[in-house]
């Protein structure tokens, strides 16, 4: 326990340092598959690696390129649009301040009508710095996840011999580089389809947002590929925001709904029937661990712990089901239900082993 405490402290103070590390790791197992079929047909493992970190690098910049020009204008007209959006939600507005007007007169007679004492107010930073900080510790880090990226699949298969060659039994290499490429494999295919999954729920609100003529419908639609990075919380959000902003472009509230209600039916259909289908019954998780677990990890680095998340729950499944003292483990992060039968069989096996 004391040596877990000292693990999540040390991560949470080293988050900037850690974090990138950890998603230039996640981004060379994504990547590796496709560089080692390259390098099968005659392409070397530098050049593969050079060219996949290039295009990914490419496709980062062609979105915030795409959308950093509407971001910077919807920034501005912020004030303006949550005027707009109390002037149409006024009803719901007084009722809610009427409520608060009441919860501050019976918190005055609790107090026996002495007033709060006055707050002192810290000043924060400005905008300007702020945002200069952001962009800085951003471009950093998504440089060091380049970089890593680069360097880890122009190495090919070096770091698995070096793995091998560590171990100094012949059962503990084999266990380890069957462990080491289960990994490999089953975190590339989750975080390729779930990409590829975001894609596609990304062009669909896009377009349905385009039909219903939302102004700039395809920064929507980038945000609705991000925001799913996120389980549950990502598809919350992206309704909320959308809803938002619809009620201030159109006039008609009953109209402005229908961007978010159609946004969440889109997820919902992503959620429970695309995901399911095309992800497969094991790499399915079960729903409460990852819960938990987007939860803790958001708990402790923010939207960026949300979005590593469940490819770590997913790196920590395969390392349990290849661990036998760890398969109690890997089972209960399973989506896989036992059945009643196999539970008796099981409890039988047990007994005439003891």
Same mark, same amino acid.
């Given at each position: 326990m004391l040596v877990l405490i000292s693990l999540f402290v040390t991560a949470y103070f080293a988050k900037d340092l850690i974090l990138p590390i950890l998603l230039g790791f996640l981004l060379a197992l994504t990547l590796s598959p496709v560089s080692r079929g390259l390098f099968r047909i005659g392409v070397p493992h530098v050049a593969s690696a050079i060219v996949l970190v290039v295009?990914?690098?490419?496709?980062?910049?062609?979105?915030?390129?795409?959308?950093?020009?509407?971001?910077?204008?919807?920034?501005?007209?912020i004030p303006q649009m949550g005027n707009e959006i109390k002037q149409k939600l006024a009803g719901v507005s007084q009722a809610v301040e009427n409520m608060r007007s009441a919860s501050e007169e019976v918190e005055k007679i609790g107090n026996g009508g002495v007033q709060d004492p006055k707050e002192v107010v810290v000043r924060q930073p400005?905008?300007?710095?702020?945002?200069?900080?952001?962009?800085?510790?951003?471009g950093a880090s998504l440089a060091v996840i380049l970089i890593l990226a680069l360097f880890l699949l122009s190495s090919g298969e070096m770091f698995y011999l070096k793995l091998v060659q560590s171990m100094p039994t012949l059962s503990g290499k084999k266990r380890a580089l069957q462990t080491v490429y289960d990994v490999e494999k089953r975190v590339s295919r989750y975080l390729l389809t779930i990409a590829s999954i975001n894609a596609g729920l990304g062009i669909c609100v896009g377009?349905?947002?385009?039909? #219903?003529?939302?102004?700039?419908?395809? @920064?929507?639609?980038?945000?609705?590929?991000?925001?799913?990075? =996120?389980?549950?919380? $990502?598809?919350?959000?992206?309704? #909320?925001?959308?809803?938002?902003?619809? @009620?201030?472009?159109?006039?008609?509230?009953?109209?402005?709904? =229908?961007?978010?209600? $159609?946004?969440?039916?889109?997820?919902?259909v992503e959620g429970q029937i695309v995901t399911p289908w095309l992800v497969g019954r094991r790499l399915e998780m079960n729903t409460v661990a990852v819960f938990l677990t987007v939860v803790f990890w958001g708990w402790l680095w923010g939207i960026a712990g949300a979005l590593v998340a469940v490819p770590f729950l997913v790196v920590f499944k395969v390392i349990c089901e290849n661990f036998e003292p760890l398969h109690t483990i890997g089972h209960f992060l399973s989506a896989e239900q036992v059945k009643p039968e196999d539970s008796r069989e099981q409890q039988r096996a047990g007994l005439a082993s003891e």
């Amino acid at each position: 326990m004391l040596v877990l405490i000292s693990l999540f402290v040390t991560a949470y103070f080293a988050k900037d340092l850690i974090l990138p590390i950890l998603l230039g790791f996640l981004l060379a197992l994504t990547l590796s598959p496709v560089s080692r079929g390259l390098f099968r047909i005659g392409v070397p493992h530098v050049a593969s690696a050079i060219v996949l970190v290039v295009a990914t690098a490419l496709v980062i910049l062609s979105i915030v390129l795409l959308s950093a020009g509407t971001v910077a204008l919807w920034s501005d007209e912020i004030p303006q649009m949550g005027n707009e959006i109390k002037q149409k939600l006024a009803g719901v507005s007084q009722a809610v301040e009427n409520m608060r007007s009441a919860s501050e007169e019976v918190e005055k007679i609790g107090n026996g009508g002495v007033q709060d004492p006055k707050e002192v107010v810290v000043r924060q930073p400005g905008l300007l710095d702020t945002a200069m900080d952001t962009v800085s510790t951003t471009g950093a880090s998504l440089a060091v996840i380049l970089i890593l990226a680069l360097f880890l699949l122009s190495s090919g298969e070096m770091f698995y011999l070096k793995l091998v060659q560590s171990m100094p039994t012949l059962s503990g290499k084999k266990r380890a580089l069957q462990t080491v490429y289960d990994v490999e494999k089953r975190v590339s295919r989750y975080l390729l389809t779930i990409a590829s999954i975001n894609a596609g729920l990304g062009i669909c609100v896009g377009l349905y947002l385009t039909a #219903l003529g939302m102004p700039s419908a395809y @920064i929507w639609g980038v945000a609705a590929f991000m925001l799913n990075f =996120l389980p549950y919380i $990502g598809g919350f959000g992206g309704v #909320l925001l959308v809803a938002g902003f619809s @009620i201030v472009t159109f006039d008609s509230l009953g109209y402005a709904l =229908l961007a978010p209600l $159609g946004y969440l039916m889109l997820t919902m259909v992503e959620g429970q029937i695309v995901t399911p289908w095309l992800v497969g019954r094991r790499l399915e998780m079960n729903t409460v661990a990852v819960f938990l677990t987007v939860v803790f990890w958001g708990w402790l680095w923010g939207i960026a712990g949300a979005l590593v998340a469940v490819p770590f729950l997913v790196v920590f499944k395969v390392i349990c089901e290849n661990f036998e003292p760890l398969h109690t483990i890997g089972h209960f992060l399973s989506a896989e239900q036992v059945k009643p039968e196999d539970s008796r069989e099981q409890q039988r096996a047990g007994l005439a082993s003891e």
